[in-house]
Protein backbone atom coordinates (compact mmCIF):
# COMPACT_ATOMS: atom_id res chain seq x y z
CA UNK A 1 0.00 0.00 0.00
CA UNK A 2 1.24 3.39 -0.78
CA UNK A 3 1.39 5.90 1.99
CA UNK A 4 0.70 9.34 2.38
CA UNK A 5 0.84 11.91 4.93
CA UNK A 6 -2.93 13.28 3.93
CA UNK A 7 -5.40 11.63 1.70
CA UNK A 8 -8.33 14.14 0.21
CA UNK A 9 -11.04 12.10 -1.36
CA UNK A 10 -12.80 14.55 -3.77
CA UNK A 11 -10.98 16.97 -5.99
CA UNK A 12 -13.64 19.47 -6.01
CA UNK A 13 -14.32 23.09 -4.64
CA UNK A 14 -13.65 22.29 -0.86
CA UNK A 15 -10.88 19.11 -1.40
CA UNK A 16 -8.67 20.94 -3.64
CA UNK A 17 -8.75 24.27 -1.70
CA UNK A 18 -7.87 22.00 1.47
CA UNK A 19 -4.86 20.36 -0.58
CA UNK A 20 -3.29 24.12 -1.59
CA UNK A 21 -3.42 24.97 2.06
CA UNK A 22 -2.00 22.02 3.22
CA UNK A 23 1.38 22.45 0.84
CA UNK A 24 1.27 26.31 1.51
CA UNK A 25 1.85 25.97 5.16
CA UNK A 26 3.94 22.65 4.83
CA UNK A 27 5.77 21.88 1.61
CA UNK A 28 7.18 18.81 2.84
CA UNK A 29 3.99 17.06 3.26
CA UNK A 30 2.74 14.70 0.93
CA UNK A 31 -0.96 15.62 -0.14
CA UNK A 32 -2.79 13.46 -2.40
CA UNK A 33 -6.21 14.17 -3.84
CA UNK A 34 -8.49 11.25 -5.35
CA UNK A 35 -11.04 12.24 -7.60
CA UNK A 36 -13.30 10.18 -9.35
CA UNK A 37 -13.86 12.26 -12.44
CA UNK A 38 -11.58 12.57 -15.59
CA UNK A 39 -10.56 16.25 -14.24
CA UNK A 40 -10.80 18.48 -11.44
CA UNK A 41 -13.12 21.10 -9.73
CA UNK A 42 -16.16 20.08 -12.62
CA UNK A 43 -18.39 21.30 -10.53
CA UNK A 44 -17.22 24.38 -10.04
CA UNK A 45 -17.29 24.85 -14.03
CA UNK A 46 -20.58 25.54 -13.63
CA UNK A 47 -21.45 28.15 -10.49
CA UNK A 48 -22.89 31.31 -11.40
CA UNK A 49 -24.03 30.47 -14.54
CA UNK A 50 -20.33 30.15 -15.63
CA UNK A 51 -19.23 33.56 -13.88
CA UNK A 52 -19.13 31.77 -10.75
CA UNK A 53 -20.29 33.50 -7.55
CA UNK A 54 -17.63 32.82 -5.42
CA UNK A 55 -18.95 33.64 -2.43
CA UNK A 56 -21.01 36.82 -0.21
CA UNK A 57 -19.96 39.91 1.56
CA UNK A 58 -22.83 38.97 4.46
CA UNK A 59 -22.28 36.42 5.45
CA UNK A 60 -24.49 35.66 8.55
CA UNK A 61 -25.47 32.62 10.46
CA UNK A 62 -29.31 32.92 9.21
CA UNK A 63 -28.16 32.76 5.70
CA UNK A 64 -26.79 29.35 6.53
CA UNK A 65 -29.47 25.79 7.79
CA UNK A 66 -27.68 23.94 10.38
CA UNK A 67 -23.82 26.44 11.25
CA UNK A 68 -24.94 26.06 15.47
CA UNK A 69 -21.66 24.38 15.54
CA UNK A 70 -20.12 27.45 15.46
CA UNK A 71 -20.80 28.31 19.04
CA UNK A 72 -20.13 32.01 18.94
CA UNK A 73 -19.60 33.79 15.90
CA UNK A 74 -18.49 32.28 12.29
CA UNK A 75 -14.75 32.38 12.15
CA UNK A 76 -13.28 34.82 10.14
CA UNK A 77 -11.68 34.18 6.53
CA UNK A 78 -10.90 36.16 4.20
CA UNK A 79 -11.93 35.61 1.19
CA UNK A 80 -11.03 38.17 -1.14
CA UNK A 81 -7.74 38.16 0.68
CA UNK A 82 -7.34 34.27 0.13
CA UNK A 83 -8.42 34.48 -3.48
CA UNK A 84 -5.92 37.79 -4.16
CA UNK A 85 -3.19 35.64 -2.61
CA UNK A 86 -3.94 33.38 -5.91
CA UNK A 87 -4.25 35.50 -8.28
CA UNK A 88 -8.02 36.04 -8.29
CA UNK A 89 -9.28 39.65 -7.89
CA UNK A 90 -13.22 39.29 -6.77
CA UNK A 91 -15.60 42.18 -7.02
CA UNK A 92 -19.04 42.42 -5.43
CA UNK A 93 -22.71 42.98 -6.88
CA UNK A 94 -25.49 45.65 -5.68
CA UNK A 95 -27.10 42.58 -3.27
CA UNK A 96 -23.20 41.53 -1.93
CA UNK A 97 -22.12 38.78 -4.40
CA UNK A 98 -18.73 38.19 -5.04
CA UNK A 99 -17.77 37.31 -8.47
CA UNK A 100 -14.24 37.47 -9.90
CA UNK A 101 -13.43 40.36 -12.18
CA UNK A 102 -12.94 37.81 -14.82
CA UNK A 103 -16.26 36.37 -14.44
CA UNK A 104 -14.96 33.57 -15.62
CA UNK A 105 -15.71 29.93 -13.38
CA UNK A 106 -12.84 28.03 -15.84
CA UNK A 107 -10.39 30.61 -15.42
CA UNK A 108 -11.16 30.58 -11.53
CA UNK A 109 -10.50 26.87 -12.06
CA UNK A 110 -7.55 27.05 -14.60
CA UNK A 111 -6.13 29.27 -11.33
CA UNK A 112 -6.50 26.95 -8.96
CA UNK A 113 -5.47 23.74 -11.05
CA UNK A 114 -1.74 25.80 -11.66
CA UNK A 115 -1.67 26.61 -7.62
CA UNK A 116 -2.74 22.82 -7.02
CA UNK A 117 0.12 21.71 -9.73
CA UNK A 118 2.74 24.40 -8.65
CA UNK A 119 2.42 23.34 -4.68
CA UNK A 120 2.95 19.59 -6.29
CA UNK A 121 -0.02 18.41 -4.86
CA UNK A 122 -0.87 14.89 -6.20
CA UNK A 123 -3.99 14.45 -7.62
CA UNK A 124 -4.95 11.35 -9.43
CA UNK A 125 -7.72 11.34 -11.40
CA UNK A 126 -10.18 8.53 -12.21
CA UNK A 127 -10.09 7.33 -8.91
CA UNK A 128 -13.07 6.37 -7.30
CA UNK A 129 -12.77 5.70 -3.71
CA UNK A 130 -14.57 2.23 -3.31
CA UNK A 131 -13.71 1.28 0.46
CA UNK A 132 -12.51 3.01 3.42
CA UNK A 133 -11.30 1.03 6.19
CA UNK A 134 -9.81 2.54 10.28
CA UNK A 135 -7.04 0.27 11.89
CA UNK A 136 -5.51 0.90 14.71
CA UNK A 137 -3.08 3.23 13.40
CA UNK A 138 -4.30 4.83 9.89
CA UNK A 139 -6.60 4.46 7.38
CA UNK A 140 -6.56 2.45 4.68
CA UNK A 141 -8.41 3.97 1.15
CA UNK A 142 -9.55 1.85 -1.56
CA UNK A 143 -9.92 2.49 -5.40
CA UNK A 144 -7.79 1.22 -8.71
CA UNK A 145 -4.85 1.49 -6.08
CA UNK A 146 -4.59 0.70 -2.42
CA UNK A 147 -3.34 3.54 0.08
CA UNK A 148 -2.32 4.40 3.96
CA UNK A 149 -2.99 7.48 5.28
CA UNK A 150 -2.86 8.98 9.26
CA UNK A 151 -5.20 11.84 7.99
CA UNK A 152 -8.03 11.91 5.77
CA UNK A 153 -10.11 14.24 4.29
CA UNK A 154 -13.42 13.86 2.84
CA UNK A 155 -14.47 16.08 0.40
CA UNK A 156 -16.97 14.15 -1.45
CA UNK A 157 -19.35 16.67 -2.35
CA UNK A 158 -23.13 15.80 -3.26
CA UNK A 159 -25.36 14.37 -5.21
CA UNK A 160 -26.47 17.49 -6.37
CA UNK A 161 -26.10 17.77 -10.69
CA UNK A 162 -23.29 14.30 -9.40
CA UNK A 163 -22.68 11.32 -8.36
CA UNK A 164 -21.35 10.06 -5.40
CA UNK A 165 -20.79 6.98 -2.56
CA UNK A 166 -19.42 9.73 0.06
CA UNK A 167 -22.09 9.27 1.94
CA UNK A 168 -21.83 5.75 1.78
CA UNK A 169 -18.21 5.94 2.97
CA UNK A 170 -19.00 8.17 5.74
CA UNK A 171 -21.94 5.51 7.02
CA UNK A 172 -19.10 2.80 6.73
CA UNK A 173 -16.81 5.65 9.27
CA UNK A 174 -20.00 5.22 11.69
CA UNK A 175 -21.12 8.62 10.94
CA UNK A 176 -25.04 9.37 10.25
CA UNK A 177 -26.27 11.00 7.10
CA UNK A 178 -29.67 12.66 7.81
CA UNK A 179 -32.43 12.74 5.04
CA UNK A 180 -31.34 13.97 1.66
CA UNK A 181 -33.68 16.13 -0.41
CA UNK A 182 -32.95 18.81 -3.33
CA UNK A 183 -32.54 21.97 -2.47
CA UNK A 184 -32.28 25.56 -3.87
CA UNK A 185 -34.01 24.11 -6.56
CA UNK A 186 -37.01 24.80 -9.88
CA UNK A 187 -40.69 24.06 -8.42
CA UNK A 188 -43.31 22.68 -10.56
CA UNK A 189 -46.36 24.21 -10.02
CA UNK A 190 -49.98 22.74 -11.03
CA UNK A 191 -51.21 25.82 -13.12
CA UNK A 192 -50.62 26.29 -16.59
CA UNK A 193 -48.00 28.64 -17.01
CA UNK A 194 -46.54 27.48 -20.26
CA UNK A 195 -47.69 31.08 -21.85
CA UNK A 196 -44.87 33.01 -19.83
CA UNK A 197 -42.15 30.47 -19.93
CA UNK A 198 -39.04 32.65 -19.98
CA UNK A 199 -40.50 35.79 -18.59
CA UNK A 200 -38.46 37.19 -15.28
CA UNK A 201 -40.22 39.77 -12.96
CA UNK A 202 -38.59 40.92 -9.43
CA UNK A 203 -41.41 40.27 -6.91
CA UNK A 204 -42.12 38.77 -3.80
CA UNK A 205 -43.07 35.30 -3.04
CA UNK A 206 -45.14 34.45 0.38
CA UNK A 207 -45.12 30.67 1.71
CA UNK A 208 -45.40 29.00 4.58
CA UNK A 209 -42.37 30.99 6.76
CA UNK A 210 -41.13 32.54 3.81
CA UNK A 211 -41.25 36.15 2.49
CA UNK A 212 -38.69 37.89 0.62
CA UNK A 213 -38.53 39.80 -2.90
CA UNK A 214 -35.83 39.09 -5.57
CA UNK A 215 -36.24 37.40 -9.00
CA UNK A 216 -38.32 34.21 -10.59
CA UNK A 217 -38.04 33.29 -13.69
CA UNK A 218 -41.14 30.96 -15.25
CA UNK A 219 -40.49 28.00 -16.91
CA UNK A 220 -42.47 25.98 -19.10
CA UNK A 221 -44.28 24.21 -16.09
CA UNK A 222 -43.30 25.98 -13.09
CA UNK A 223 -40.54 28.66 -11.62
CA UNK A 224 -36.89 29.26 -11.00
CA UNK A 225 -34.98 32.01 -10.72
CA UNK A 226 -32.96 32.90 -7.63
CA UNK A 227 -35.76 33.80 -5.49
CA UNK A 228 -37.85 30.10 -6.13
CA UNK A 229 -34.57 28.68 -5.65
CA UNK A 230 -34.54 29.73 -2.08
CA UNK A 231 -38.11 29.43 -1.65
CA UNK A 232 -38.00 25.51 -2.86
CA UNK A 233 -36.60 24.88 0.98
CA UNK A 234 -39.62 25.84 2.29
CA UNK A 235 -42.43 24.52 0.25
CA UNK A 236 -43.87 20.66 -0.47
CA UNK A 237 -46.13 19.20 -2.18
CA UNK A 238 -49.35 20.85 -2.57
CA UNK A 239 -48.48 24.13 -0.64
CA UNK A 240 -49.51 27.79 -1.77
CA UNK A 241 -47.21 30.24 -3.16
CA UNK A 242 -48.22 33.81 -3.37
CA UNK A 243 -46.83 36.33 -5.40
CA UNK A 244 -46.96 39.97 -4.59
CA UNK A 245 -45.88 41.41 -8.95
CA UNK A 246 -45.70 44.96 -7.83
CA UNK A 247 -44.34 44.77 -4.06
CA UNK A 248 -43.78 48.27 -3.28
CA UNK A 249 -47.65 49.45 -4.79
CA UNK A 250 -50.77 49.70 -2.64
CA UNK A 251 -53.70 48.07 -3.91
CA UNK A 252 -55.41 51.10 -4.17
CA UNK A 253 -52.98 52.92 -5.95
CA UNK A 254 -53.15 49.66 -8.50
CA UNK A 255 -56.84 49.94 -8.93
CA UNK A 256 -56.89 53.91 -9.61
CA UNK A 257 -53.54 53.34 -11.92
CA UNK A 258 -55.69 50.78 -14.48
CA UNK A 259 -59.14 52.81 -13.44
CA UNK A 260 -57.60 55.99 -15.29
CA UNK A 261 -55.48 54.25 -17.95
CA UNK A 262 -58.62 52.56 -19.22
CA UNK A 263 -61.54 54.36 -18.82
CA UNK A 264 -60.81 56.42 -21.99
CA UNK A 265 -61.35 53.40 -23.23
CA UNK A 266 -63.90 50.44 -23.19
CA UNK A 267 -62.94 47.67 -20.04
CA UNK A 268 -62.49 44.94 -22.79
CA UNK A 269 -59.57 43.01 -23.10
CA UNK A 270 -57.26 45.37 -24.98
CA UNK A 271 -58.21 48.16 -22.90
CA UNK A 272 -56.76 46.26 -19.90
CA UNK A 273 -54.07 45.08 -21.71
CA UNK A 274 -53.09 48.91 -22.54
CA UNK A 275 -53.70 49.47 -18.99
CA UNK A 276 -51.27 47.13 -17.46
CA UNK A 277 -48.27 47.10 -19.79
CA UNK A 278 -47.16 50.12 -17.98
CA UNK A 279 -46.35 47.91 -15.10
CA UNK A 280 -45.93 44.06 -16.31
CA UNK A 281 -45.04 41.83 -19.01
CA UNK A 282 -47.57 41.16 -21.40
CA UNK A 283 -47.98 37.92 -21.36
CA UNK A 284 -48.47 38.35 -17.69
CA UNK A 285 -50.97 40.56 -18.13
CA UNK A 286 -52.73 38.60 -20.35
CA UNK A 287 -52.90 36.06 -18.01
CA UNK A 288 -54.07 37.99 -15.05
CA UNK A 289 -56.82 39.36 -17.51
CA UNK A 290 -57.64 36.16 -18.24
CA UNK A 291 -57.96 35.00 -14.52
CA UNK A 292 -60.05 37.85 -13.68
CA UNK A 293 -63.95 39.05 -13.87
CA UNK A 294 -63.18 42.76 -12.83
CA UNK A 295 -60.65 44.89 -11.84
CA UNK A 296 -60.94 44.33 -8.34
CA UNK A 297 -59.97 40.96 -9.22
CA UNK A 298 -57.07 41.93 -11.75
CA UNK A 299 -55.48 44.02 -8.56
CA UNK A 300 -55.86 41.00 -6.48
CA UNK A 301 -54.44 38.60 -8.66
CA UNK A 302 -51.34 41.26 -9.16
CA UNK A 303 -50.42 41.08 -5.58
CA UNK A 304 -51.39 38.16 -4.86
CA UNK A 305 -50.99 35.63 -7.99
CA UNK A 306 -51.66 32.38 -5.93
CA UNK A 307 -49.24 29.16 -7.43
CA UNK A 308 -49.95 25.37 -6.04
CA UNK A 309 -46.82 23.44 -5.94
CA UNK A 310 -46.86 20.16 -7.77
CA UNK A 311 -43.44 19.29 -6.54
CA UNK A 312 -39.57 19.87 -6.95
CA UNK A 313 -37.19 19.34 -9.26
CA UNK A 314 -34.95 16.52 -8.30
CA UNK A 315 -31.21 16.38 -7.38
CA UNK A 316 -30.57 16.51 -11.26
CA UNK A 317 -31.39 19.92 -11.27
CA UNK A 318 -30.86 21.32 -7.59
CA UNK A 319 -27.68 23.27 -6.95
CA UNK A 320 -27.75 21.80 -3.59
CA UNK A 321 -28.45 18.86 -1.15
CA UNK A 322 -30.28 19.97 2.11
CA UNK A 323 -28.82 16.92 4.55
CA UNK A 324 -25.62 15.27 4.32
CA UNK A 325 -23.43 13.83 7.17
CA UNK A 326 -24.99 15.06 10.72
CA UNK A 327 -22.94 17.47 12.45
CA UNK A 328 -23.51 16.53 15.62
CA UNK A 329 -20.37 13.90 15.29
CA UNK A 330 -18.27 16.93 13.78
CA UNK A 331 -16.26 19.38 15.80
CA UNK A 332 -15.70 22.96 14.97
CA UNK A 333 -12.40 22.08 13.53
CA UNK A 334 -14.13 19.66 11.12
CA UNK A 335 -12.57 16.78 12.40
CA UNK A 336 -15.28 13.71 13.24
CA UNK A 337 -15.86 13.08 16.82
CA UNK A 338 -15.93 9.24 16.05
CA UNK A 339 -13.23 8.65 14.15
CA UNK A 340 -9.29 11.12 15.21
CA UNK A 341 -7.81 12.52 12.23
CA UNK A 342 -10.92 11.91 9.82
CA UNK A 343 -12.06 15.37 8.61
CA UNK A 344 -15.40 15.91 6.63
CA UNK A 345 -15.27 19.30 4.45
CA UNK A 346 -17.84 20.64 2.40
CA UNK A 347 -21.29 20.19 0.91
CA UNK A 348 -21.25 16.57 2.05
CA UNK A 349 -21.98 17.77 5.66
CA UNK A 350 -25.29 18.80 6.65
CA UNK A 351 -24.90 22.48 6.24
CA UNK A 352 -26.65 24.47 3.28
CA UNK A 353 -26.54 28.34 2.32
CA UNK A 354 -28.66 30.27 0.87
CA UNK A 355 -28.64 31.05 -3.41
CA UNK A 356 -25.81 33.51 -3.47
CA UNK A 357 -21.87 32.13 -2.83
CA UNK A 358 -23.05 31.18 0.13
CA UNK A 359 -22.41 27.14 -0.43
CA UNK A 360 -19.35 28.10 -1.96
CA UNK A 361 -18.17 30.26 1.20
CA UNK A 362 -18.88 27.26 2.85
CA UNK A 363 -16.97 25.09 1.04
CA UNK A 364 -13.75 27.12 1.26
CA UNK A 365 -14.14 28.29 4.63
CA UNK A 366 -14.61 24.41 5.73
CA UNK A 367 -11.38 23.85 4.15
CA UNK A 368 -9.40 26.39 4.83
CA UNK A 369 -10.66 25.46 8.84
CA UNK A 370 -9.52 22.12 8.42
CA UNK A 371 -6.17 22.59 6.64
CA UNK A 372 -5.00 24.82 9.28
CA UNK A 373 -6.26 22.25 12.34
CA UNK A 374 -4.46 19.38 10.57
CA UNK A 375 -1.65 21.35 10.36
CA UNK A 376 -1.41 22.38 14.06
CA UNK A 377 -2.78 18.55 15.32
CA UNK A 378 -0.51 16.72 12.99
CA UNK A 379 2.31 18.63 11.61
CA UNK A 380 5.23 21.30 12.15
CA UNK A 381 5.90 23.82 9.67
CA UNK A 382 9.01 23.73 7.61
C1 LIG B 1 -25.36 24.24 -11.44
C2 LIG B 1 -24.78 24.65 -10.10
C3 LIG B 1 -24.49 25.99 -9.88
C4 LIG B 1 -23.98 26.39 -8.64
N1 LIG B 1 -23.65 27.69 -8.47
C5 LIG B 1 -23.16 28.10 -7.28
C6 LIG B 1 -22.75 29.45 -7.10
O1 LIG B 1 -22.74 30.26 -8.05
N2 LIG B 1 -22.30 29.82 -5.88
C7 LIG B 1 -22.26 28.94 -4.81
O2 LIG B 1 -21.87 29.33 -3.71
N3 LIG B 1 -22.57 27.63 -4.98
C8 LIG B 1 -23.01 27.20 -6.18
N4 LIG B 1 -23.31 25.87 -6.35
C9 LIG B 1 -23.04 24.93 -5.24
C10 LIG B 1 -21.54 24.63 -5.16
O3 LIG B 1 -21.06 24.30 -6.44
C11 LIG B 1 -21.24 23.49 -4.19
O4 LIG B 1 -21.81 23.78 -2.93
C12 LIG B 1 -19.74 23.27 -4.04
O5 LIG B 1 -19.16 22.89 -5.27
C13 LIG B 1 -19.44 22.18 -2.99
O6 LIG B 1 -18.08 21.94 -2.96
P1 LIG B 1 -17.54 20.51 -2.45
O7 LIG B 1 -16.07 20.54 -2.54
O8 LIG B 1 -18.16 20.18 -1.17
O9 LIG B 1 -18.15 19.49 -3.50
P2 LIG B 1 -17.84 19.33 -5.07
O10 LIG B 1 -17.39 20.61 -5.63
O11 LIG B 1 -19.05 18.70 -5.64
O12 LIG B 1 -16.63 18.30 -5.12
C14 LIG B 1 -16.75 16.96 -4.68
C15 LIG B 1 -15.81 16.12 -5.53
O13 LIG B 1 -15.68 14.82 -4.97
C16 LIG B 1 -15.63 13.86 -6.02
N5 LIG B 1 -16.01 12.55 -5.45
C17 LIG B 1 -17.18 12.21 -4.87
N6 LIG B 1 -17.15 10.96 -4.41
C18 LIG B 1 -15.92 10.46 -4.71
C19 LIG B 1 -15.27 9.20 -4.49
N7 LIG B 1 -15.87 8.18 -3.87
N8 LIG B 1 -13.99 9.04 -4.94
C20 LIG B 1 -13.35 10.06 -5.56
N9 LIG B 1 -13.92 11.27 -5.79
C21 LIG B 1 -15.18 11.47 -5.37
C22 LIG B 1 -16.64 14.42 -7.03
O14 LIG B 1 -16.43 13.90 -8.31
C23 LIG B 1 -16.33 15.92 -6.95
O15 LIG B 1 -15.36 16.32 -7.86
C24 LIG B 1 -23.80 25.43 -7.58
C25 LIG B 1 -24.08 24.09 -7.83
C26 LIG B 1 -24.58 23.68 -9.07
C27 LIG B 1 -24.88 22.23 -9.31
Same mark, same amino acid.
Given at each position: ???????????????? /? /?????????????????????????????????????????????????????????????????????????????????????????????????????????????????????????????????????????? /??????????????????????????????????????????????? /????????????????????????????????????????????????????????????????????????????????????????????????????????????????????????????????????????????????????????????????????????????????????
Amino acid at each position: MKKRDVIIVGGGASGI /C /CAINLKRANKNLSVTVLEQNDKILKKLLKTGNGKCNIGNENITKDRYHNFDFFKENIPSFDIKKYFLDMGILLKKDEIGRLYPYCESASNVVDILRNEADRLKVEVITEFTVTDIKKTKLNYEIYGKENYQTNVLVLA /CGSIAQSHTNGYELARNLNHTVTDLKAGLTPIKVKEDVKSLQGIRIK /CRAIANDFARDGEILFKENGISGILSLELSRYVSNNDKIVLDLVPNVDEKYIENFIENKAKSQRYDRDSLLIALSGMLPKMLSLLIIKKSKNIEEIVKNIKNLTLTVDSLYGFNNSQIVVGGVDIKDIYSTFESKINNNLFIIGEMLDVDGDCGGYNLYFAWLSAYICSNSIIKENFTKS
